[in-house]
């Protein structure tokens, strides 16, 4: 499919409610090509979709069409992949639904809760200068200079904050070749780590369930990081399980993986229950991230509160 006929990336809560018709419409016996366009809705008469449409019902597999629209992630194909070969697309689509329905949860929640702190904020830009203002210091033109234009350069840096990453790895900027700074500086958040291995064991429990042999999960897993210096730590391991060593003793030597990762892996191999095993650490580690993350939502405002208060209090203070 050419490239300008590609959809724009789905956001989570646009995700969640795809995956959650298409799983109710595969459950009611509906013919993919048929569920799809369901599922679209409105954009199904979009270019993209009617391609897709066409290639189902030509037999292609749906991992594949579905990456060609050019809306969902890579990871999400991934793991469709996985799903369809082992006849569990229901269950596939229901905990992706689930998953971004989390996702969007979490999002929400944190706007909601910088909404207030960030009004504060754009008001303390214009409450800072007053004394200015009232002394004579500044015209009303100098005092608005000042104030707009402070306001544009801080959305201006919050833009690139939140762009630029993706941009430099992914985007237009991808080119440069600067990504391994985005990369360095994210193996400097302490949860980051926490964070790969738990997508890293969340997917490698999805596709052994799925059926998937211990080498392609463990290449596939490896796949949904982007980060490439936490990639390359993979090599060695999956040379040594082609080799036939087991995965706890493939996966030790990587740095960032907590060895009690390593220990449910063995534990789980030598039970026969490694994909039930990881499945139950990732709910856990989830749960860990999770309320790292709320700890987050709930001191950044404060976080905001103070430097606005600090920044004030110097202001009137000079």
Do not use: C
């Amino acid at each position: 499919m050419p490239k300008h006929v590609t959809l724009a990336p789905k956001s989570y809560p646009e995700l969640a409610d795809f995956y959650h018709k298409l799983a109710k419409l595969e459950d009611a016996g509906f013919p993919p090509g048929r569920a799809i366009a369901m599922a679209a809705g409105k954009e199904a008469n979009a270019l993209p979709w009617q391609l897709a449409i066409e290639h189902i019902d030509a037999g292609q597999p749906l991992a594949e069409v579905l990456n060609r629209t050019g809306a969902f992630p890579e990871t999400d194909i991934t793991l469709v992949n996985a799903w369809q070969s082992a006849g569990k697309l229901v269950f596939g689509f229901r905990w992706l639904a689930e998953h971004y329905q989390a996702k969007s949860r979490r999002w929400r929640k944190l706007k909601s809760q910088l909404a207030l702190p960030t009004l504060v904020l754009i008001l303390g830009l214009f409450i800072q200068p007053l004394p200015g203002l009232f002394t004579g210091a500044l015209t009303i033109n100098a005092y608005l200079a000042q104030s707009l234009g402070l306001l544009l350069k801080l959305s201006i840096v919050v833009f690139l904050v939140l762009k630029l990453p993706f941009w430099l790895t992914q985007g237009w900027l991808k080119p440069l070749r600067l990504g391994f700074i985005v990369y360095r500086l994210e193996m400097l958040w302490p949860d980051m780590a926490l964070r790969y291995q738990h997508r890293f064991i969340q997917t490698l429990a999805i596709l052994l369930s799925a059926g998937v042999s211990a080498e392609d999960a463990l290449a596939e897993a490896g796949n949904t990081w982007t980060n490439p210096y936490y990639r390359r730590q993979l090599g060695p391991a999956l040379e040594a399980v082609k080799q036939g060593q087991s995965l706890a003793t493939a996966l030790a030597p990587v740095t960032f993986f907590q060895r009690s990762l390593i220990g449910w892996i063995d534990s789980g191999e030598r039970s026969g229950k490694l994909a039930h095993n990881l499945m139950h650490l990732s709910r856990q580690t989830e749960a860990d991230l999770a309320l790292s993350t709320d700890h987050l939502f709930e001191w950044l405002p404060r976080l905001i509160y103070f430097a606005v208060l600090a920044w004030l209090g110097m202001g009137f203070v000079a």
